[in-house]
């Protein structure tokens, strides 16, 4: 075990060593300079729209500074639907005031006082004046969490705050049939869109890169090739797999092919979708009947759940599958059947009704226009490398 990797390489937190600027795709602008041209406009929201870990916060603190920004996500406001009180506990500000009025009755014999206490609640203006004073931003990340009402009444309140000077960063994920900030017409022309695209292997390349020179490790470049294919787009896993080379039991072998498959393993063991895999496998109650199960060229025997994940888990690791593309890896697998597309889009469709009742940990996939989106790289990963 080598401590120093830790240092180095930060999967869970700000990557200082390790930060890589990127172009944003068709401009000559960094995502940099983007997100720094959209917080200086007056009357505008900051939309960043990406793939899940694929390093939008890291973006915004690095743009932002972390004193500067005030972090929250779509999930704080699950049951609190209030917006600006959602806000004000986040920041410690009081919505509540107490306001005393005092009366007096007057006899010939005696003097009475009575005091009455009432409360009310501040306004917005109270987190608006505190955002101006201490120069703050709100960066609301995981904005698809929040349950749809409430997302449609946030984007109705900032589009009167950020006209009052109030600046706000909204991040979600692409894809999305209910994106309420895009759809909503009230913000037509307020919005400035910073479409993140995933990291490119050669973009990846650059953390091992940077983060094995720090500690003067030589790897060779096709060794940084297939760690930056196993992370999926995500600079995170990137981090991670990359630092749990060093943090392997036992002595440090020199980086080879089985230790960064070894280190894959070991980051699959810290990943929380066991449960997400044991829902999506089991599909909707079968009500007694047990289900037709497919023998695949490998030997082995699955229902067309189980064979679903099988597929996905398949080379290579892919986000984004049209119906095409999963009717043929399908049929690369299967070796005695002829499975009919119709069965594919209902299975699918009954994962999204599936997952639909779940928390957010489970919306890890999403099923539309016959297209299936992996919604987060690291559940992709942990199928990859966990025995499903």
Known sequence: MNKKFADVFKPGTYPGRTYVSRSSKGTRYTY???LQQSLSMDGYLTYIVGPSKIGKMVLCENVIGQMHMVAMSGNDFSKEHDFWSGIAKKIGISMEAEISEVSAEYTSSEKRATTVTKKYFATKDKVLEYFREQNKVL???????????VQYDIACQLKEAIRLGFKAVVISLPY???DVIRMNPDLMGRISVIEIEPWKKEELIKIAAK???KLEIEVKVSLMERIAEESIHSPQLMQSICLNIGLLPGSNPDISEEVIEESCRFTCMNLPYGDVVRVLKAGPPTRGQQRLKYTLRDGSKRDIYSLLLKILADNPPWTKLGIEELMERINN?????IIKQRRVVDALKNWQKILENHGSLYQVVEWKDDT???LDNMFLFFIRWESI
Do not use: M, Q, T
């Not at 960066?139 to 009402?149: I, M, S, T």
């Not at 697998?333 to 059947?337: A, E, G, L, R, T």
């Open 32 to 34: 940099e300079e983007r």
């Open 139 to 149: 960066v609301l990340d995981d904005f698809h969490y929040a349950p749809a009402a």
């Open 176 to 178: 999305r049939s209910d």
């Open 211 to 213: 983060g094995f020179g």
């Open 333 to 337: 697998n299967v070796s005695d059947y």
């Open 372 to 374: 299936l989106y992996i």
